[in-house]
């Protein structure tokens, strides 16, 4: 390898492309090889939410306008709101809109009146293992205990300010 860079450097080739080419072609340990694995794994996007303050115009703009295939509106009162899944191929997005006075949507649109997105929800394989390791790394949970979403699956919210403001729910695949 040192003959290599030595040719480079000999054909009049600038240190920074020496670095380069030394650095392509570096046999050291990657950083992340001493990290014990994870008893989790992070998986796909399922959805993007989205606090929409008309369920109906919400909906047939991506059903009638856009083309989109999207399920019927279904109440989540452990949940304080009303879904509508709007299908997309690779993921889906999850139109939320308030159920009872307690929503916390109601207080998002309090906020932001014309809707906009309220959170994503990324798969992990076991959601127990995900909230213990996150705890340990300082990532607030916003329940004590993972609850059933909208797929019928546990889930858990993740703080926003521990997530760059971003509202991330983790469902169990």
Request: aromatic share 4%.
């Amino acid at each position: 390898m040192a003959s290599a860079v030595l040719k480079v450097a000999a054909a009049g080739v600038s240190r920074c492309s020496r670095v380069a080419l030394w650095r392509a072609h570096s046999t050291t340990v990657p950083l992340h090889q001493g990290v014990p694995a994870s008893l989790w794994k992070l998986g796909r996007l399922n959805h993007i939410a989205i606090a929409v303050p008309d369920m109906e115009k919400a909906t047939e703009l991506y059903r009638d306008v856009l083309g989109a295939t999207v399920s019927e509106k279904v109440p989540l009162p452990d949940h304080g709101v009303y879904t509508v899944f709007v299908e997309l191929g690779n993921t889906k997005l999850e139109l939320l809109h308030p159920l009872g006075e307690k929503s916390p949507i109601s207080g998002f649109l309090q906020k932001n009146k014309s809707g906009g997105m309220h959170h994503i929800c990324i798969e992990v394989d076991d959601i127990s293992a995900a909230i213990a390791d996150l705890k340990t790394k300082n990532i607030r949970m916003l329940s004590a205990e993972p609850r059933i979403g909208a797929h019928g699956k546990p889930v858990m919210f993740l703080h926003p300010k521990d997530c760059d403001g971003v509202l991330v729910e983790l469902e169990e695949a």
